[in-house]
DNA sequence: CCAAAAGTGTTAAGCATACACCCATGA
DNA sequence: TCATGGGTGTATGCTTAACACTTTTGG
């Protein structure tokens, strides 16, 4: 499965193998320690910072290529994925960073050059298990880590935008569907569910009234009791009643 | 203005102007006589219906592109617009209806023409105002009407799953924004907005919960009274309180 | 006067909010 | 015994739903 460093190179530079002018980015969000946290990429020999993403190859399905992407920096799959927006405007093709990425590594292009064309890209957000993912940089990149959604370097072209509608929709869904199980390890108390969705949120929640909402959907089971260790009463610990029976 | 049809068919088929491989779909909602409305094409010497559709240019935005394909199909400028999800799916690519279509109006091609690869679609949804809008077919349609959304004809590739998309994002927006100013006249009756609501849900509603809501809405504004030669009391008269004042 | 549609009052049910109180635990 | 976080009971207010009643109009 090990690859030499010059084939994935030539792999991820024909241009051939993509559909043209379509890309994928992916905000794929984390959680620990009750912050909200991002994977970003850092470019080899720049200082340009962007989301993960990558190009849809010509046998492959959108949702695919998003999922592909997520494994390759993740290491995981059957991951929570959801296409929230197309971004298709013109203004946000410009090629100038990519040229300095091209150029500080190294690769030979001219100005027709297949990656410094116009771009729709198509956004997915993730959620993923901040413990289980193990972030690896792709070819072009220096790193990619977890960053404090509030505290995300400045990124290429309009990915500061791309993120925005990510964590908007995001926001729309926490209370539709159970963002929960896609965050959580798989035991939980009801105050990490909650601090959960006050920090997707960005404000405060009535604590009884969320607990008993949690519990009236009918998603919650009760497993037992936690020792937190804390001086205080041991709150029970559930899991998502759809894991048993 | 004017353009002869060698001009406009030389313009359509030459795929370099072009975002290759890109494509927008529009479901172009209208209302009229308690029915909920949409436009479907006819392909010139086929039985095939698509939905209104178009490419890119590679100097627009797709969100242009998708009010150019609605000017061009009804007349209309400013209309409600609203990209709801991209089909990007591998088998949604069938070339052999645009085969048929292209053998059947003499249009020379081969096997790689641009027009029979893969399309990656991005989906819009339009409201406009039935009796305003002048539906009138493109270049390769032989005609572009109204049809029921309960009784569209057997639609191309997957299109009638993104109708049924759009119909889904429809009816979860109707409650949340207030649809009826794009499908309705100026001035209206409670019971043509309750009427129009209950058309898109596709359920009855609960006439006074309904004209309760509306009311302390606060976006209504009454106007008079109408006759409407019914044997019953006369209506109120409403406009969107954003018109005036 | 009657049927039909429209407008409005009243009541009940459901839900979230707010507050109160008790429980369990470690220091 | 005290502070802290957790679980649950009770009261309040808001929104929606359901029903009833009145109003207006043409036949």
Redesign the pocket.
């Known amino acids: 499965m090990q690859k030499s460093e010059e084939i994935v190179a030539e792999e991820a530079l024909d241009g051939s193998r993509f559909m043209p002018g379509l890309s994928v980015d992916c905000v794929i969000f984390g959680y620990h320690e009750r912050e909200l946290k991002i994977l970003v990429s850092k470019f080899k020999n720049t200082s340009y910072y962007s989301l993960p993403g990558g190009f849809i190859k010509r046998n492959e399905d959108a949702d695919e290529a998003a999922h592909r992407v997520l494994f390759e920096r993740t290491g995981l799959r059957d991951i929570y994925l959801n296409q929230f927006y197309t971004f298709g405007n013109t203004h946000r093709a410009n090629p100038e960073p990519m040229k300095s990425v091209m150029l500080a590594n190294g690769i030979e292009f001219n100005g027709n050059h297949w990656m410094l064309q116009r771009f729709i890209s198509i956004g997915y957000y993730a959620l993923v298990n901040y413990t289980r993912a193990e972030p690896k940089p792709d070819f072009f990149s220096e790193s990619c880590l977890w960053y404090d959604i509030d505290d995300v370097p400045k990124l290429m072209q309009d990915h500061r935008l791309i993120v925005k509608k990510a964590l908007e929709t995001l926001r729309n869904n926490v209370n539709r569907k159970f963002i929960g199980v896609n965050l959580l390890q798989d035991q939980f108390?009801?105050?990490d569910i909650q601090k959960l969705h006050e920090t997707i949120l960005g404000e405060k929640?009535?604590?009884?009234?969320?607990?008993?909402?949690m519990?009236?959907s009918g998603l919650l089971k009760r497993i037992g009791?936690k020792?937190?260790?804390?001086?205080?009463?041991?709150?029970?610990l559930y899991v998502f009643h759809s894991d048993e029976e």
């Open positions: 108390t009801m105050g929640l009535n604590r009884t009234g969320f607990h008993r909402k519990l009236n009791k020792k937190t260790g804390g001086s205080h009463r041991a709150p029970y």
